[in-house]
């Protein structure tokens, strides 16, 4: 528990000394790390395939989050740059008012202070969640899988360097390097000194962090995600978005994972769908309206529909109408993303206002939740809660906000 006192104490001291920078400052800090990363993608590459090499290589999704490429650290560096380009939340002011007292009040962003974040093996993270607190104001603290270590020291040791040159603390990003579950639970209690945790992985992580932790938790991530093609939609179309939602990247909270069709165009849909998604490798376990009508269709048990697969399984129900598709999506949904495939607008915007998820579409891939993908440069995970944030998390999410109050010596009566 000491080396945590001592990274906790540290974390405080450097979110008060973030709270003063400049937004040109601290996008002169982005551009450097960004740059720096660039450079070291042999050396990151080199402790990357150590990680690699002990990865059990019967998980296939969690190896393809681990994994680092030159493309996907050059995708990390942009996203640094990208984040360098937005506005600077800290200061915004939301409104200033004056009373009848002369008194002028009002409310304006301020950094949240120090970020923790327990993450499993996705190395991107890392650095996301760096640049994005950096930016915001705050300080953080990481605390990443055991299987990607070797890649996150390397990461963050490049970090420490790009903002020790420019003079500034090293600390204001910081790994916890002890991946034990002590370590973890220890972290869970350091509320003397860290704001607001945030656990970024699979559901038992986040029950886990949940049900332990003494800092204010945001839960991110667990994708079950559905897709209801309602009896108008253009096939063409869905057939497409579809595909694009359970093959492009399976094994990530967005992709999607059940597929729920309309009685009135499962004799055509359900063979064209299923075709092509066999054709791409996927397995599909489905209910008996599907399994008659596409041969060498699984069962679907009940514990299926609740199951986030992240790998190239479906699952597939055919629905009487849009109230089956909705309740249907209302019990085992995880509030991540959903969407109608339709050309009825009542039925669209019916769903929009009944689904209750952070993020809801309309003819679309349930692949576009992501902070990039949205404008906001980079994300620090998918809040699927309601308080503080929902949805991809960006710079404003990282920020809370104080009453600021200026006078001219008003007293109260």
Same mark, same amino acid.
């Given at each position: 528990m000491h080396d945590l006192e001592r990274i906790g104490q540290a974390a405080k001291e450097a979110s008060q000394y973030l709270a003063r920078l400049a937004a040109n400052q601290k996008n002169e800090v982005l551009l450097a790390c960004a740059d720096a990363l660039e450079a070291k993608t042999d050396l990151i590459l080199t402790e990357n395939a150590k990680d690699m090499a002990a990865a059990d290589p019967s998980r296939t999704a969690f190896n393809d989050r681990l994994r680092l490429d030159a493309s996907r650290i050059k995708g990390m560096a942009d996203g640094l740059r990208k984040v360098a380009r937005l506005d600077d939340p800290v200061g915004e002011v939301l409104y200033m008012k004056t009373l009848p007292?002369? $008194?002028?009040?009002? %409310? +304006?962003r301020t950094p949240l202070g120090v970020v923790g974040m327990i993450y499993e093996a996705r190395p991107n993270v890392t650095v996301d969640v760096a640049g994005l607190c950096f930016k915001s104001g705050n300080a953080c603290i990481l605390r990443g899988g055991s299987e990607a270590l070797t890649t996150n020291i390397a990461l963050v040791k490049i970090l420490h360097k790009a903002l020790a040159s420019l003079g500034h603390p090293p600390h204001a990003v910081q790994l916890i390097t002890d991946t034990s579950r002590e370590a973890a639970r220890d972290f869970m209690r350091l509320d003397t000194y860290v704001d607001v945790l945030i656990? +970024?992985?699979? =559901?038992? *992580? &986040?029950?886990?962090?949940? %049900?332990?932790?003494r800092i204010p938790v945001i839960e991110t991530g667990v994708g079950n995600c559905h897709i209801f093609v309602d009896a108008s939609a253009d $096939?063409?179309?869905? %057939?497409?978005i579809v595909i694009n939602a359970k093959t492009q990247r399976p094994g990530v909270c967005n992709a999607c994972e059940k597929l729920l069709v309309h009685a009135d165009i499962t004799d055509v849909f359900i063979p064209q769908i299923c075709d092509t998604l066999t054709k791409a490798g996927v397995e599909i376990r489905g209910d008996d309206a599907t399994q008659e009508r596409f041969g060498g269709t699984l069962p679907a048990a009940e514990a299926d529909w609740h199951e986030e697969f992240l790998? $190239?399984? &479906?699952?597939?129900?055919?629905?009487?109408d849009i109230d089956e598709a909705i309740a249907h999506i209302t019990r085992y949904s995880s509030a991540h993303s959903d969407a109608i495939l339709t %050309?009825?607008?009542?039925? =669209?915007? +019916?769903? *929009?206002a009944e689904i209750d998820s952070a993020a809801v579409y309309v003819n679309a891939s349930t692949r576009f939740t992501d902070g990039e993908e949205f404008g906001l440069g980079a994300e620090i995970g998918i809040s699927t809660q309601k308080l503080h944030a929902r949805g991809p998390m960006g710079l404003k999410a990282l920020t809370s906000t104080k009453f600021v109050i200026f006078g001219d010596g008003q007293v109260r009566a």
């Amino acid at each position: 528990m000491h080396d945590l006192e001592r990274i906790g104490q540290a974390a405080k001291e450097a979110s008060q000394y973030l709270a003063r920078l400049a937004a040109n400052q601290k996008n002169e800090v982005l551009l450097a790390c960004a740059d720096a990363l660039e450079a070291k993608t042999d050396l990151i590459l080199t402790e990357n395939a150590k990680d690699m090499a002990a990865a059990d290589p019967s998980r296939t999704a969690f190896n393809d989050r681990l994994r680092l490429d030159a493309s996907r650290i050059k995708g990390m560096a942009d996203g640094l740059r990208k984040v360098a380009r937005l506005d600077d939340p800290v200061g915004e002011v939301l409104y200033m008012k004056t009373l009848p007292n002369g $008194l002028q009040v009002g %409310e +304006r962003r301020t950094p949240l202070g120090v970020v923790g974040m327990i993450y499993e093996a996705r190395p991107n993270v890392t650095v996301d969640v760096a640049g994005l607190c950096f930016k915001s104001g705050n300080a953080c603290i990481l605390r990443g899988g055991s299987e990607a270590l070797t890649t996150n020291i390397a990461l963050v040791k490049i970090l420490h360097k790009a903002l020790a040159s420019l003079g500034h603390p090293p600390h204001a990003v910081q790994l916890i390097t002890d991946t034990s579950r002590e370590a973890a639970r220890d972290f869970m209690r350091l509320d003397t000194y860290v704001d607001v945790l945030i656990p +970024r992985g699979g =559901a038992g *992580l &986040i029950k886990t962090v949940k %049900e332990h932790s003494r800092i204010p938790v945001i839960e991110t991530g667990v994708g079950n995600c559905h897709i209801f093609v309602d009896a108008s939609a253009d $096939l063409q179309k869905a %057939e497409a978005i579809v595909i694009n939602a359970k093959t492009q990247r399976p094994g990530v909270c967005n992709a999607c994972e059940k597929l729920l069709v309309h009685a009135d165009i499962t004799d055509v849909f359900i063979p064209q769908i299923c075709d092509t998604l066999t054709k791409a490798g996927v397995e599909i376990r489905g209910d008996d309206a599907t399994q008659e009508r596409f041969g060498g269709t699984l069962p679907a048990a009940e514990a299926d529909w609740h199951e986030e697969f992240l790998s $190239l399984v &479906i699952a597939v129900k055919v629905v009487a109408d849009i109230d089956e598709a909705i309740a249907h999506i209302t019990r085992y949904s995880s509030a991540h993303s959903d969407a109608i495939l339709t %050309e009825s607008n009542v039925n =669209a915007q +019916r769903f *929009l206002a009944e689904i209750d998820s952070a993020a809801v579409y309309v003819n679309a891939s349930t692949r576009f939740t992501d902070g990039e993908e949205f404008g906001l440069g980079a994300e620090i995970g998918i809040s699927t809660q309601k308080l503080h944030a929902r949805g991809p998390m960006g710079l404003k999410a990282l920020t809370s906000t104080k009453f600021v109050i200026f006078g001219d010596g008003q007293v109260r009566a």
